[in-house]
């Protein structure tokens, strides 16, 4: 038996063998303390709770790491399929994986945070012009965090750049004053003064005789006009000043400020939705942000800056000038944040338990647009709705416009048919829907004409297993099992000429059906894996691009 670890605070053991000590303190005298644990991708381990019943942080059986639950709160856990850093309540674990980096995952997140900020901005709304200005919703939590670190702490300029080009360089504009002053302290007379000091009996005094005042150019002129010995005491004085209070800095003040009690408020949901426990990756960077803000804000340049009117969002200074276009960018963002919705519960799974096979699917998906995108001018996107009233969820997916009558589906359920009875006559009052047996969700589709060629992203095998199981970690050939998917979808779903699973191996393959006139036409598998800044290797992405090219027609 090897304890890993104990923890008092919620009386639970860590350990890599289920025959655990029934008595606590055996099991405590073993290991005292555990604050963090590296795990393997491939091994199983074992929890078990000498409480009466299991925090409220544990999961709930067939969620995340749990596999299977024994008597006497015992459970067994395994992390196949994922990497870096996530936690079981107060234990902060490291999983370390032989099949993707720590660094390569954190890559391919960056690349789809990226992707879907842009994917965004597609949303026919104009830029910036939403104002949300009810709480947030745990249903875009993750989504907003995933935002504020990319613009905040993986994009250059960072947060601690962007500071650097706002200080150094903030944007002033000339204003105009008028103010009364003493007739001494002005400086500059101008034609417009001389006539309000004229014009005005009360701004003028009169003197003694012979006051030095009565013999200088101006007291000669009043006297040859009025014939009395008056003197200017006071004008009204044009200053022009050079201020910092402009519409574009006191919008990035109250965005700064805004972003706080965001931040405040992410990290609470966040806890609130992990069991009462944050990530320590998000934890970290959280942390960060909230002190770089903090220290931006305390510049003296934000005294002279007062409250915000309205929004000016079609300033040249917030979409083009450095530092500021990136904020204001980062704002128009989350405030577009739901017009584009993925399922909330992925990107939960991408943070909280590093989900390799989701992060795949996602990636997959933006490979795919890219290729369209270079290609095909995007007209319009929208989410896509269901109207079954008793789902909770509406959404069910994200379609894509572009011209020529190119579409591209993510997450789309074709809806299966009825079905009759074994032998029943099918005639006219039958119906069929989009697949004539039940419902399939394929990953993603591009549609041209009425006819489809679906993509199916694939990274873990059976048991939920990674693809392969070569000792050197390297992924060579497709499954078999998920070729037939293939075939079932071809089948099933009207219209559908070609499919083909995305998987990171390296070996490609076509299986033209009968018959068979065009490179798209059956299903096979094609190879997609990352390099550098997680774009896919030029060769994969050339066969991908091949077949959807041939397939919309180039």
Not at 269 to 288: Q, R, S, T
Not at 452 to 459: H, L, Q, T, V
Not at 509 to 519: E, T
Request: charged share 25%; net charge negative; glycine share 8%.
């Amino acid at each position: 038996m090897a304890v890993l670890g104990y923890s008092p605070e919620v009386r639970m053991v860590f350990s890599n063998d289920p025959l655990l000590p029934p008595e606590e303190e055996v099991a405590s005298s073993i290991c005292r303390d555990f604050p963090s644990l590296i795990l393997q991708d491939r091994q199983t381990y074992f929890v078990k709770f000498y409480g009466e019943s299991v925090p409220s942080f544990f999961p709930k059986q067939g969620e995340y790491y749990n596999l299977r639950r024994f008597p006497g709160n015992l459970f067994e856990v395994g992390f196949r399929n994922s990497v870096g850093l996530t936690r079981i309540g107060p234990l902060t674990v490291r999983v370390e994986s032989q099949k993707i980096s720590e660094a390569n995952y954190g890559a391919m997140l960056d690349f789809i945070v990226e992707k879907y900020a842009n994917l965004i901005f597609s949303f026919a709304q104009p830029l910036g012009q939403g104002f949300r200005k009810g709480r947030m919703g745990q249903d875009i939590a993750y989504i907003e965090y995933l935002f504020i670190k990319r613009y905040l702490v993986d994009s250059s300029p960072n947060l601690n750049g962007i500071s650097s080009l706002i200080l150094a360089n903030p944007h002033y504009q000339f204003d105009r004053e008028f103010r009364k002053n003493s007739i001494e302290a002005i400086a500059d007379v101008s034609p417009a003064m001389l006539i309000n000091i004229f014009s005005n009996p009360n701004r003028l005094a009169s003197m003694r005789p012979g006051h030095p005042l009565l013999s200088t150019a101006c007291g000669r002129t009043l006297f040859d006009r009025t014939e009395r010995m008056l003197y200017p005491t006071e004008a009204i004085e044009e200053r022009k000043l050079h201020t910092v209070d402009t519409d574009e800095n006191r919008f990035l003040k109250h965005f700064l400020q805004s972003l706080q009690c965001r931040l405040d408020s992410l990290e609470k949901v966040l806890k609130g939705m992990a069991g009462g426990y944050l990530n320590p990756d998000i934890e970290m960077y959280l942390g960060e942000i909230e002190r770089g803000i903090g220290s931006l804000l305390a510049d003296p340049l934000w005294h002279d800056v007062g409250h915000m009117h309205y929004i000016p969002t079609g300033s040249q200074v917030l979409q083009r000038r450095e530092g500021y276009r990136q904020l204001f960018r980062l704002y128009s963002l989350l405030q577009l944040t739901t017009q584009c919705d993925f399922d909330d519960q992925d990107f939960r799974n991408l943070l909280e338990t590093k989900n390799t096979p989701t992060l795949f699917e996602y990636w997959s998906f933006f490979v795919v647009k890219d290729i369209l995108d270079g290609n095909r001018k995007i007209l319009s996107c929208h989410p896509i709705v269901s109207n079954e009233p008793l789902q909770q969820r509406v959404r069910c997916g994200i379609g894509i416009k572009y011209e020529d009558g190119v579409l591209l589906w993510f997450n789309h359920t074709y809806q299966g048919s009825n079905g009759c009875q074994p032998g029943s006559i099918v005639d006219d009052r039958y119906s069929y829907l989009q697949s004539y047996s039940h419902n399939f969700k394929p990953d993603i589709v591009i549609e041209k004409d009425g006819k489809f060629i679906i993509f199916d992203a694939k990274y873990k095998g059976q048991g939920g297993g990674f693809y392969g199981e070569e000792v050197d970690g390297t992924i060579q050939s497709w499954k078999e099992g998920d070729i037939d998917k293939m075939h079932t979808y071809r089948e099933a779903i009207e219209n559908v000429l070609g499919a083909y699973i995305l998987y990171p191996g390296e070996k490609a393959i076509s299986y033209p059906p009968h018959g068979s006139q065009r490179g798209y036409e059956g299903v096979g598998a094609l190879p997609l894996k990352t390099e550098a800044g997680a774009r896919p290797v030029q060769r994969h992405w050339d066969d991908v691009k091949r077949i959807i090219l041939e397939f919309i027609g180039k």
